[in-house]
């Protein structure tokens, strides 16, 4: 677990499912993700699963990200293993993921946590290169990355999608 000011990232536990399918089934939120498409129960339970198993697996993931001081669920942020077969140039490396829910968007909460959880990273795991993919309509995303030192260096086809890819380099 971690705190900041104003958060907790722990990771996630089966009591997360419906704020995670909440999440996932809200439009606008995914609207650089999914396009906003509907996500099932199966597919959130899934998602979930798998967040709980990186720890497991790896000793690192996605951690849920919760308010300090109410303990609500705010979004979901962390570096994982997503083999999203998009080359050597980004496969071998840990993936930043973040995703805040609507209500949790531009209060600062995806640097804050998203920095927290890349300090966690590097002290625990050793600092190296890490990657993400942004869709390129993202400019909050893109901004959150810019802000915790990535740079761009390409674009790939991503399930139909042109995306960004980011590295972030020691």
Known sequence: MIETERLILRPHILDDFDELLAVSNDAEVMQFITHGAHASRQDVW???LRNIGHW???GHGVFAVVDRQTGRYLGDTGLADFHRDLGNDFD???EAAW???GHAQGKGFATEAAHAAHRWFDASRGAGRT????DPDNAASIGVARKLGYGHYGEIEYKGDRVLKFERLP
């Open 46 to 48: 899934n998602k979930l």
């Open 56 to 58: 497991t697996a790896l």
């Open 92 to 94: 071998p490396f840990p």
């Open 99 to 101: 995703v805040f829910a």
């Open 131 to 134: 990657v993400c993919i942004i």
